[in-house]
């Protein structure tokens, strides 16, 4: 069955689901998006979603055109029509069709668009034993450019990030912010383990507070594992124990090498193996 697509309160064939070329999230990535999971025909953590969509809009002065409610309604409405058991939702609000230029009050009628379809991030092969991956030399955008707490439609910075991964071979690359700290990868969250404590850069360092990380730092403090959240450098990732990624496609996936030194014993740890089990019973409650 093809997807049906959402836009603006109607369902449309794939093939139909179309905006102006001259919105504004078109022209200039203007708007703001949430990556989502469904599990067992249930979609996971909604209101922690819609609630960040709403602040990435708050802090862009993009205005909504549904309320926090209603956007829930047609993100789950939407995956009644796909019947989708196990998928990927990709919520979308950009700013609306305008004329050329910049200016935002030009534009009109915000486009509000929900995606239900499959994804895979990565081969199963790379959850069993590990997967390698490099420092990007592109930084993470500083916070008063544009803040990577806001979940925008301009993902260049990360899309950079991302080619030199490829070009290195790898499947992910780990990026820093202006003062050479961790910051996230192009597309995931962090985690680094040492010593039995769980590390992870904080909102500050110029990441997305993902929601599967802050459900990975749940499931780590109700299991007892110290979970801290300090200024943490490149030193820090290659003298780890562990390390691992979290983001709501990639879910928990261990990291075993960093610009080619292997973690810990080269094979995914303990931690990182309870954690993953942990996620995977969370999400089907």
Known sequence: MAPKIYINGKLYDKADAKISVYDHGVLYGDGVFEGIRVYAGKVFRLKEHVDRLYDSARAVYLEIPL??????????????????????????????????????????????????????????????????????????????????????????????????????????????????????????????????????????????????????????????IPVQEPALTRHDVYTADECFLTGTAAEVIPIVKVDGRPIGNGKPGPITRQLREAFHELTRR
């Open 67 to 224: 309320t926090p409610k209603q956007m829930a309604e047609a993100v789950e409405s939407t995956v009644r029509a796909n019947a989708k058991q196990e998928g990927y939702i990709r919520l979308i609000v950009t700013r609306g069709a305008g004329s050329l230029g910049l200016d935002p009050r030009k534009t009109s009628d915000p486009q509000v668009i929900v995606i239900v379809d499959d994804i895979v991030m990565y081969p199963q092969e790379l959850y069993d034993h590990g997967m390698e991956i490099v420092t990007a030399s592109s930084i993470r955008n500083h916070p008063n450019a544009l803040n990577p707490r806001v979940k925008s439609l301009n993902y260049l910075n990360n899309i950079m990030a991302k080619v030199e991964a490829i070009r290195a071979g790898c499947h992910e690359a780990l990026m820093l912010n202006i003062k050479g700290e961790l910051a996230e990868c192009t597309g995931d969250n962090i985690f680094l383990v040492k010593q039995g404590v769980l590390k992870t850069p904080a909102p500050d360092a110029g990441i997305l507070e993902g929601v599967t990380r802050g459900a990975v730092m749940e499931l780590a403090r109700a299991a007892g």
